[in-house]
């Protein structure tokens, strides 16, 4: 397997999601959830722009290019996405 493939097990899935910060993980959580930059951005009390960010860096960290694959790498690694009630 070489690096930068996609994800193919739950253990690979579940390491990759272990690799994030909190604010990573409440990002992806709130992704998955649809909410966009700006929704994202006002329930982090931070600008638009930062929300991006956050975006992009926990896709390059996971290695995803699109929402739907970082739901698929979620539930590959049993992970249930209730970012309302862990706020």
Known sequence: SGKGGSMKT????????????????QVAEML????????????????????????????????IKKPGQLGVLLAMAGVVTDWESAA
Not at 15 to 24: D, G, H, I, P
């Open 32 to 63: 998955v959830h649809g909410l966009t930059a700006r929704e994202i951005a006002e329930v982090l009390f931070v600008s638009e722009h930062t929300a991006k960010t956050h975006r992009y860096d926990l896709y390059k960290r996971l290695g």
């Open 10 to 25: 739950e253990a690979q899935a579940r390491a990759a999601l272990e690799s994030l910060t909190s604010k990573q993980r």
